[in-house]
């Protein structure tokens, strides 16, 4: 773990992007508990009530898709972290690589902020991907990570990448909308059943970020951020009924099944639980090459040591 003192925090001044979900929050929290100054920028100034508590926090109403926006928030800053990312999206013209939300998140918007960091002078740009990015993935959200990827590493830029697994812990929607799910349902019909995940936690998934921000060896690298242990779909959703306290049969759904119950569920009303595309890239093991890099100074905390803490307040 990189010594902060002996660094003198050379990037004491931080914008966060995307600061205000799930990832973000406790990423902010980190970084002003460093003693650093920490920017977030929100449309919805409301969804920022948790760093009230924080002094080291100024959140900025701004739309950050605004090119004039982005480059006045990057003014006296040393550091810019992106944490925009998106789940679903509808599709494209037919030969498009992905839709247009996938696009402007994880595509238009990193181009955007590397052309005002660079405008403005800001040199370290630390970027969130995720695991299995890649230019021809499976699924739209692949490939679009993969070209927000491409724009991170512009010359000029320090840039660090980060590829995480799925990420768990407190306010997460994965292992809590399973456990959530089955205190309603008999029985759980499963698309991907047999896909195969390594979740990490959202408390190391920060910590790699502060870890890497001072610490030169990141420079121009991509890491895989992944938990101690590979679960199937099936295990996670019967391990979250279980510790949510309401374990119920998991019915995995063959292809033509599942794809039918992924159309339902992108239709649902207040949003889609799920979509074609998230089940396109369960087609891809959503697993890291190896353990998680030493220079970033974690040890991988297991799901089992923390989920049953918050899954179990639904019994």
């Known amino acids: 773990m990189i010594d902060l003192n002996a660094a003198a925090m050379r990037y004491s001044s931080i914008l966060v992007i995307g600061g205000t979900g ?51 928030l990057m003014r006296g800053v040393d550091a810019v972290i992106n944490l925009v990312g998106i789940l679903h999206s509808g599709r494209g013209p037919a030969g498009s690589k992905y839709g247009p939300a996938f696009a402007t998140a994880h595509v238009e918007l990193p181009k955007k902020i590397v052309a005002a960091c660079l405008a403005n002078g800001v040199q370290r740009y630390l970027h969130m991907s995720a695991l299995g990015a890649l230019p021809q993935g499976a699924s739209m959200y692949l490939r679009s990570k993969a070209d927000g990827e491409a724009a991170a590493f512009a010359p000029g830029l320090q840039t660090t990448v980060f590829r995480p697994s799925v990420v768990f812990g407190p306010e997460d929607k994965f292992l809590n909308l399973f456990a959530t799910l089955q205190k309603f349902f008999p029985v759980m019909p499963l698309g991907g059943a047999d896909a195969r995940f390594q979740p990490v936690f959202v408390g190391d998934v920060a910590r790699a970020f502060v870890n890497a921000l001072e610490h030169p060896a990141t420079f121009g690298k991509t890491y895989e951020l992944a938990g101690p242990k590979i679960y199937t779909l099936k295990e996670l959703v019967e391990l979250a009924g279980a510790m949510g306290g309401h374990p119920r049969p998991v019915l995995a759904l063959p292809p033509p099944l599942a794809r039918l119950q992924a159309l339902m569920l992108e239709w649902m009303p207040g949003g889609p639980l799920m979509s074609r595309d998230n089940l396109d890239s369960m087609k891809q093991d959503n697993i890291a090459s190896g353990p998680i890099a030493p220079e970033l100074g974690i040890t991988p905390t297991a799901l089992e040591a923390v989920a049953p803490q918050y899954l179990g307040r639904k019994i």
């Open 22 to 72: 799930f990832i973000g929050s406790h990423l902010v929290a980190q970084l002003a508990a460093s003693g650093r100054r920490v920017i977030v920028p929100t449309r919805h100034v409301s969804r920022s009530r948790m760093f009230s508590v924080l002094p080291k926090v100024e959140v900025v109403e701004a739309n950050v898709h605004d090119a004039a926006v982005l480059s006045k």
